[in-house]
């Protein structure tokens, strides 16, 4: 059971084991983009590809879905970011029960939106967890943990990309032990739980009150959804990348001190940020050196 991109590798390492995949469940196509055609999640397209038996159903707790899944007689059902709750009666078919891969070190960061949360945080290391599920959202007993350090140059997408990678090898090690009997769960210290809650639209705009450091750590975090965004003479300014200056700061927070085609220089709470891609409103997405040939910018703009 997967749905986005950060599930392919998990499936792609099945694919090439000695363990029979039984069949593929994922979201039902959504529309995306500006003509709103239907999409196909990135999981079925792999699904497919390898003529494996596929369901999209809208709804989990559907009878007919349950059913399905029990005339399988699946020992393990695998989830990788499927995006929907499975009730108890799913849980309780699998005969090594359900096996969750999660990206981040539980019980730290439970919830849709690990990654982020990680990175907007400020956090030094994240890593991957397998567990068996419950009832309750990424609170079963753990089974395996990867760890790995996150680099400042990290974003939530090559973030997302090494960790799927990571959890996708956690994963296959996790079933070959429960199929050896050689791993014991380990019940998660609930005390210690925190969460990621899936990003909203008003976690990307930027205070510029707040330390560079912070924002830009919500830059990166924030992406590819919703973005980091402020604005410049009006118009909504979407920020991609940065880089923090630890100079004190002489001028008031969001006030433009230097541009130059290295990158656009603002005053924060606490030191300086270095814009080095943007996207100005009805432009397209921009390096600061192409960025300022056709729309200059007098030093002391505020971005607000």
Known sequence: MGTPEFAIPSLAVLLASNNTILGVITQPDRPKGRGKKLQPPPIK??????????????????????????????????????????????????????????????PQYRGGAPINWALINGEDTTGVTTILMNEWMDSGDILLQRE????????????????????????????????????????QNHSKAS??????????????????QAI?????????????FTNLKNKLLKIFKSEVIENETLEPPGVISQVSPEGIKVATGKGYLLLTEIQLQDRRKMRIAEFIRGNPIPIGTTLT
């Open 195 to 212: 969460y990621a809650p899936v990003l909203k639209k008003e976690n990307g705009h930027i205070e510029w009150g707040r330390d560079a």
């Open 148 to 187: 790995t350090k996150i680099e400042q140059k990290d974003d939530a997408l090559t973030l997302s990309q090494r960790l799927s990678i990571l959890g996708a090898k956690l994963l296959l090690e996790t079933i070959t032990q429960l199929k050896k009997g050689t791993l014991t769960p380990m019940p």
């Open 216 to 228: 830009h750590n919500q830059i990166r975090g924030t992406l590819p959804w919703p973005g980091a």
């Open 45 to 106: 397209t792999l699904a497919l590809q390898h003529g494996l038996p596929l369901l999209q159903p809208e709804k989990v707790k559907e009878e007919n879905f349950i059913q399905w899944l029990k005339g399988k007689k699946p020992d393990s059902i695998v989830v990788v970011a499927f995006g929907k709750i499975l009730p108890p009666k799913i849980l309780r078919i699998p005969l090594y029960g359900c096996i969750n891969l999660h990206a981040s070190l539980l």
